[in-house]
C-alpha cells in the first residue's frame, strides 16, 4: 500500500510542478533543462521505489502511474473546467494567416520565423 501512496504523490506533485512551470517544446530546451529532466527522473525514482527495488514494485508503480493519467484523462472528458486547470488553453499564435502581434509579444524567436 505504501508503493500506491507514494506513486500517487508523485503523479500529482509531477502533475502540479510540470503544469505550474509551463510547457515547452523540445526544441525550446536549454542543456540545463535536459540535465533538469535527468535529475528529475532520478529523484522521482529514488522517491517512488524507496528501498524496494523488486519487479513487483515496480510493475505496481506503473499500474498505479497509469491509472491515475487514465482517471484523469477520464475525469477531464467530464469536466471541461478541470482539462482547462490541468491542460491550460492554447495560444493562437496565428489566425487565418495573419499573426496576432499582441499575443506574439515576448515571443521573438516566433516572430523572426514568420
Known sequence: METVRRGAAIYFILLITLRLSGRRTVAQMT?????LLLIIAETTQQALLGDDFSIINAALLMIVLFSLDIGLSNIKQWAPR???IVDGTPTVLISEGNPTYARLHGH???LTTC
Not at 542543456?31 to 540535465?35: I, Q, R
Open 31 to 35: 542543456p540545463f533543462d535536459l540535465v
Open 82 to 84: 478541470i482539462a482547462r
Open 108 to 110: 521573438a524567436s516566433v
